[in-house]
């Protein structure tokens, strides 16, 4: 889908997988998440969130996401999370 390297360390980016907005977010860990671009509340854009290890923060209202369940942990309709991995060549591969 892209390569690693296109996504700064503790970032995240949005990207159109199979039609769909994707939001890819590179931990610092190495792990990478993936969950859908707009966020639930009002289409904020997720991608653009403060993120750790964990959670996503919203730039624009401040609600939070946890990437592994895509529970909201400020009572928002949770995230569709999408499998994600980097394989060896370095590219970052989404299921949807
Ligand atoms: S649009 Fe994301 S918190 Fe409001």
């Known amino acids: 889908m ?3 390297e296109e996504i700064p360390p503790g970032e995240g980016r949005a990207f159109a997988v199979d039609g769909q907005q994707v939001a890819v977010f590179r931990h610092r860990s190495g ?3 993936a969950v859908q ?3 639930p509340h009002a289409g904020g854009p997720l991608a653009d969130g ?6 996503v923060v919203c730039p624009l209202h401040l609600n939070a996401f946890d990437l592994t369940t895509g529970e909201s942990t400020s009572g928002q309709p949770p995230l569709a999370v999408h499998p994600c991995s980097v394989g060896p060549d ?3 591969g ?3």
Not at 50 to 55: G, I, L, N, T
């Open 37 to 39: 671009a707009a966020c």
């Open 31 to 33: 792990r990478v998440s």
């Open 50 to 55: 403060q993120v750790d290890e964990r959670v």
């Open 90 to 92: 370095g590219r970052v």
């Open 2 to 4: 892209c390569a690693l």
């Open 94 to 96: 989404v299921e949807l």
